[in-house]
């Protein structure tokens, strides 16, 4: 089984594959009653305290209801920006670490990070027209086409891709803090409003190029979210590593959006 780069499901044990879900015990399953149980309708997370997929997909769509309503208050309002950005990426980090999930704090995470969303989107939308739109469909179109595919078996995470995927992961982050770098303290030209994403190889926008592999990361990314999902419900994970999945995915789609994002930008200026 490989590893996820999602930190926020690497730390949790229940995650990975190889676990074996726990027998129930006949001396106290109540014999008389089995015939009734097994009638009976199937256990939800409540009844059982253990995370189910249904149980996921609710707080993801929980977590992804306060990102667009903050959103909206961060188009509105894009002052909030800023602290919406600084606030996401410090609970980000908190969340990705902590042993066991905190609701509330990825809870928070979600409403900063639709703040920042919200107002980097509408920055967007001012200088490079319809981006916005576009990039909310592309990044839909991503997540349910690597969805399907993953749940027809067609797709799987593997130990050497998963390397190769790491490996890619450390360049693309040194190369934005490079380009960040330039960009704020470079000096670079109003021409160049990407950075190095801005400059040309061969006649193609070297964005255009990084943010296509960049996109390929994400689609990895989600297959290895789904997969430690898989192995969290299969292994009969506490019901709390509900949210740690549900956190994972959010930080994967957003991470999509915004490249998306760029690359239309990008496009657009070209």
């Known amino acids: 089984m490989a590893r996820s780069n999602n930190p926020a499901l690497n730390r949790v044990a229940a ?16 014999t008389p009653d089995l015939e009734a149980l097994f009638a009976g309708p199937s256990a939800s ?14 707080k993801t769509v929980i977590l992804f209801v306060i990102l667009l309503a903050t959103a909206a208050v961060g188009w509105f309002v894009p002052t909030l920006t800023l602290v919406g950005a600084i606030v996401g990426l410090a609970l980000g980090m908190v969340n990705a670490f902590k042993r066991k999930p ?19 989107s509408r920055l967007f939308e001012t200088y490079f027209g319809s981006v916005v739109l576009q990039a909310v469909v592309a ?18 995470a593997s130990a050497r891709l998963t ?35 801005s400059m040309t190889f061969m006649g193609i926008p070297i964005g255009l190029i990084v943010g296509i592999l960049a996109v390929l990361m994400g689609a990895y990314s989600l297959v290895l979210d789904f997969e430690f999902i898989k192995n969290g419900v299969q292994n009969r994970a506490p019901r709390v590593y509900g949210w740690q999945g549900a956190f994972g995915l959010m930080v994967t789609l957003i991470w999509l959006y ?11 200026r070209n």
Request: proline share 4%; net charge neutral.
């Open 15 to 30: 995650f990975r594959a190889g676990g074996a879900p726990q027998p129930v015990d006949p001396a106290t399953a109540g």
């Open 45 to 58: 997370a409540a009844d059982t305290g253990r995370m189910t997929y249904e149980d996921t997909v609710v």
């Open 102 to 120: 905190s609701p509330a704090l990825i809870v928070v995470y979600a409403a900063a990070q639709g703040l920042f969303l919200g107002g980097i």
């Open 139 to 156: 990044t839909l179109a991503v997540f349910g086409v690597m969805l399907a595919l993953f749940a027809s078996g067609k797709v799987r």
């Open 163 to 197: 390397k190769v995927f790491l490996g890619a992961l450390i360049g693309y982050f040194v190369y934005s803090l490079v380009n960040v770098g330039l960009m704020l303290f470079g000096g670079v030209s109003s021409s160049l409003a990407f950075g190095l994403n």
């Open 258 to 268: 915004i490249e998306f994002l760029r690359l239309f930008a990008i496009m657009s």
